[in-house]
């Protein structure tokens, strides 16, 4: 199976799995008997006729699972022609209320416009400031100059260490206890590239931001230096979230804090700093991964419990492998959506790798 479509059916649900594992032996019967009477080969308490040709002519096409089971790819959004002014409204608030929350703009955008939804005008607003934060950041001229580490929960059920896979899988036990995912990013604020990140279990630490920041590290290696006009003695910003997992007195989180800011990077710490980054930066979602900065930590307490997030995820139970394969197929897609900016570099991406290795260097040998 291509690596690709290994990442599609690793995200699928067990009903979707089914789905097309019965679908691709329809398919592939009614070829090999010479394409003739489409009946002899197809559940009609399943498929119509018309529906299976419909999924005939997808997977000859392009040969992927989402040809068999469509409904496993997230939905795209119903075309919408929005009131006339919102979007512009949207605007004006967000740049003259910087400090004012999502929701408190939305909320006003929900008094002055009926309609849409309120939770239509969240997503707008999440938009809006995504898009005023890259501005400026330098949109497609600043690339380079502002780089951002954080982490949060993904909603990706992991199978314990030493547990049987196919135990899980064929057995239905439902005793077994699976962990959250956590994954750390490393972007680009000006243009929203990912260029570095890790993943391993709840909960969520530095040593996971360390991780994705010496990947990004290497990609900013790997770039021309001539690729860049910026002056050479340009300092990029770092930004870092505080994820400490561990319980820390205010002496040791200060000491740490002053640390990692004498090395370069601006620290942003605060009961609810870990994910607010990821969240306005990828409007709480990075391809059809929703970002769940709560569960990232040992401690939770809010209205629904990871196991019961996890179970509305829809996903079977997975390796932390085939997890991680998940996530690459993602950020793959997310940066391909954006990749046609042609950014120009306003930091030499050597400088920005130098600035990474030193500040999460320094906290890894303290």
């Known amino acids: 199976m291509p690596k690709d479509q290994f990442a599609v059916w690793a995200g699928m649900s067990q009903v979707h799995r089914a789905l097309a ?4 032996a329809s398919v592939l ?6 394409a003739r009477n489409a009946s002899k080969y197809v559940d009609v308490e399943e498929l119509s006729l018309p529906r299976f040709h419909s999924i005939l002519r997808a997977w000859r096409l392009e040969k992927s699972l989402f040809a068999l089971v469509p409904q496993a790819r997230r939905r795209a959004p119903r075309a919408f022609t929005p009131p006339a002014g919102i979007e512009d409204a949207a605007i004006e608030m967000v740049q003259e209320r910087p400090d004012s929350s999502l929701e408190a703009i939305a909320k006003a955008l929900h008094e002055r416009f009926d309609q849409p939804s309120l939770s239509w005008k ?32 993904l909603p990706l059920p992991l199978l314990p260490a030493d547990y049987d896979t196919a135990t899980v899988l064929h057995d239905g036990d439902q005793d077994v206890e699976y962990d959250w995912a956590v994954s750390a990013f490393v972007w680009d604020a000006a243009t929203g590239v990912v260029l570095g990140h890790a993943m391993n279990r709840a909960p969520a630490n530095m040593h996971l931001h360390a991780s994705a920041a010496r990947a990004a590290s290497a990609v900013l290696r790997g770039m021309p230096a001539e690729a ?27 000491r740490l804090i002053r640390m990692l800011q004498s090395d370069g990077a601006k620290v942003i710490h605060s009961p609810r700093a870990a994910g607010s980054e990821l969240m306005k930066a990828f409007e709480g979602r990075i391809g059809q991964l929703d970002l769940r900065p709560r569960f ?3 401690v939770f307490a809010g209205r ?63």
């Open 304 to 366: 629904s419990s990871r196991a019961d997030a996890l179970a509305k995820s829809g996903r079977d139970p997975l390796t932390l492998a085939d997890a991680r394969l998940i996530l690459e197929h993602a950020i793959t897609e997310h940066n391909n959506t954006i990749s046609k900016t042609d950014a120009n570099p306003a930091v030499t991406p050597s400088s920005v790798a130098d600035s990474l290795d030193r500040i999460f260097q320094q906290y890894l040998s303290r």
């Open 228 to 254: 860049t006009t910026a002056d050479k003695g340009t300092v990029p910003v770092i930004v870092t979230t505080l994820p400490l997992e561990e319980e820390r007195d205010v002496v040791e989180t200060l």
């Open 296 to 298: 990232a930590l040992d």
């Open 21 to 24: 594992v019965k679908r691709l």
């Open 29 to 34: 019967a009614y070829e090999a008997g010479g």
């Open 122 to 153: 969240r997503r707008l607003v999440a938009r809006v400031r995504r898009d005023f934060e890259r501005e400026l950041a330098g949109g497609r001229n600043g690339f380079a100059s502002r780089v951002v580490v954080d982490s949060a929960a």
